[in-house]
DNA sequence: TTGTCTATTGATTATTAGAGAATAGTCTGT
DNA sequence: ACAGACTATTCTCTAATAATCAATAGACAA
């Protein structure tokens, strides 16, 4: 998992078939970790598996976890710990918050607008090889 | 223009009608510029008007200026002085290279999944919502 | 008790974004 | 010729974020 820097974009063109991220993708894993909590309450371990079962590659362990204490601090996000005897050290459960209820459908519409410039873009795209 | 920080998606939620940008938004300058620049040569300072009159706010001269030359490190766009007498300085015209030409395909296929993802996560709000 | 898997945290570094000021050429009006 | 406005680019500094790596720790099996 190494570092993206400016010009990412031109790596892995040979190959790359093993799951990756990108920028592109981190942008995406705030609302994306809100709406999973959003369908049911989970805690980070699971939340690893359930963005790697989506498109979403192998984000690090510190990043995810680091992005749920950072949402806990804005309050969207709530946590309690749940002792039941599972297979491992106690977990910390997350579940949304109103705030994070209200926060999840301001990210529909910027993800709806953000949709439409990629739409743009890549019309563009379409236009230029057409000339 | 204040630095957006975690949790941007929840600001402007009372009337911010001029143009605004977002983390979002940053996130498609570098494959923008490169669009631009390939449709025909351009300077900075237009890209500044031209970035505004698309969808993507009004993003800082500076931030703009530094990515042209780092994609110009980069060898995927190149640069001339333009002493031509217009209304200012000497001005730099940026114009695509081969490489920038292989990057941008390289764009098209990362925004096509980008797009897929965003797709993906907008049915997952609308059965959020029915439920 | 050693190792493996589950689960989370923290320290440190690398990279990027943004504010703001500096520099400079051109043009218009006085 | 000088001031002020507009065009055009660069640079420095700070704030914020991403990534790596190491540390901690419980549960369970050999």
């Not at 942008?27 to 979403?56: A, C, F, V, W």
């Not at 690090?60 to 005897?85: A, F, G, K």
């Not at 949304?96 to 993800?111: C, D, F, K, S, V």
Request: net charge negative; glycine share 6%.
């Amino acid at each position: 998992m190494p570092r993206r820097r400016r010009g990412w974009a031109m790596n892995g063109h040979h190959g790359e078939h093993h799951s990756q991220h990108t920028p592109l993708t981190i942008s995406l894993l705030e609302p994306t970790l809100l709406l999973l909590i959003s369908q049911k309450e989970r805690h980070g371990y699971t939340l690893l598996n359930d963005l790697e079962q989506m498109n979403m590659g192998t984000i690090h362990p510190s990043v995810i976890y680091r992005t749920l204490r950072e949402l806990e601090e804005l309050c969207w996000i709530q946590s309690t710990w749940e002792m039941d005897q599972t297979q491992g050290p106690p977990r910390r459960i997350y579940s949304l918050t109103p705030l994070g209820e209200e926060a999840l459908i301001n990210w529909q519409h910027q993800l709806e607008l953000h949709q439409k410039s990629i739409d743009q873009l890549l019309l563009m795209f379409k236009s230029n090889h057409s000339e």
